[in-house]
Nanobody, 131 residues
Framework: QVQVLESGGGLVQPGGSLRLSCVAS????????VGWFRQAPGKEREGVSCISSSDGRSHHVDSVKGRFTISRDNAKNTVYLHMNSLKPEDTAVYYC????????????????????????WGQGTQVTVSS
């Protein structure tokens, strides 16, 4: 019954910005930590950012800290990943995911971005940063 869907990817110039959206059905995102992950060609999937359900704080891995932010629009059951100052090394398929339990927290990155602790995943959206 649970489905997660990402959108908003595309082609952008280095230094540009994109906003990715994560929409869920079958669960209320407001009650869950939401994680963003990415996978570049030939590389392992890695955690990028997460936002907590308890205190609303977000955490990011060092490679994107200061450039990426997360926000929620609970009325739309949507979480956004705002990506600024994009670099070619940000090129990847980006995934949104939620953990198994409402009690799973987003406290630090990458510690709160363990792939096997996330249950519901979207299909991914391609982000390409190129001149």
């Amino acid at each position: 019954q649970v489905q997660v869907l990402e959108s908003g990817g595309g082609l952008v110039q280095p230094g540009g910005s994109l906003r990715l959206s994560c929409v869920a059905s079958g669960l209320t995102l407001e009650n869950y930590t939401v994680g963003w992950f990415r996978q570049a060609p030939g590389k392992e999937r890695e955690g990028v950012s997460c936002i907590s359900s308890s205190d609303g704080r977000s955490h990011h891995v060092d490679s994107v800290k200061g450039r990426f932010t997360i926000s929620r629009d609970n009325a739309k059951n949507t979480v956004y990943l705002h990506m600024n100052s994009l670099k070619p090394e940000d090129t990847a398929v980006y995934y949104c995911a939620t953990p198994y339990s409402e009690g799973f927290g987003c406290y630090t990155a990458p510690a709160s971005l363990k792939i096997l602790e996330y249950a519901y995943w979207g299909q991914g959206t391609q982000v390409t940063v190129s001149s």
